[in-house]
């Protein structure tokens, strides 16, 4: 009888360890988050030849933005749209040192031309505009990663004593503001593409 009774102890402790087992593999589980990518904010080439980006988490601050891997990017939907909205960017850019350059072999005897050209798309010029248009120079701009749907157009870009770019822009909204070229280079690539793309003088072969 004593016997019996071993086995079933033997049973029922093997039963518990299983069991035990079993809990501690779902607490592991239960323990293992899944962080969701909310923005890519930039890329670089590690050491060893693979491509990291900086990664904004949701629900985290700043202080906690960390270099990963594209294997650590569960959405890829995230990391495609970051490399067009890149190429879109690159483009505007191009398009501006383009513009800048051709305006500096122009000359003076081109000079008021080039002032002729930067009107806004309603045809009145630019200097009018400014003259009767209050830009608000303190707005974020609306909270959206694609600007272009809500942008009337872009009036003008001009250059600060430091030599930064700041472009003015009239909304759908009626609503005018201005806004570092950097921000608006990300939020309407397109639109600002467009607006050098309207104003290079191209040399005629």
Known sequence: ?????????????????????????????????????????????????????????????????????????????????????????????????AMKRNNSNSGNSNASAGKRQRQTNNGSG?????????????????????WEPLVESIDTVDRLEDQSLVVFISWKNGKYTKHPASVVYEKCPQLMLKFYEERVRFRNK
Do not use: C, F
């Open 126 to 146: 630019v200097a009018d505009a400014k003259k009767s248009t209050e830009y608000d120079s303190d707005s974020d701009g609306p909270d959206v990663k694609d």
């Open 1 to 97: 009888m004593n016997e019996e009774l071993s086995e079933d102890d033997n049973e029922i402790s093997n039963r518990s360890a299983k069991d035990q087992g079993m809990e501690d593999e779902e607490d592991e589980d239960e323990d293992e988050e899944v962080y969701v990518v909310e923005k890519i904010l930039d890329d670089r080439q590690a050491s060893h030849g693979v491509t990291e980006y900086l990664i904004k988490w949701e629900g985290y601050p700043n202080s906690e933005n960390s270099w990963e891997g594209e294997e650590n990017i569960l959405d890829k939907d995230i990391l495609k749209d970051y490399w067009e909205q890149k190429k879109k960017a690159a483009a505007a850019r191009k398009a501006a040192a």
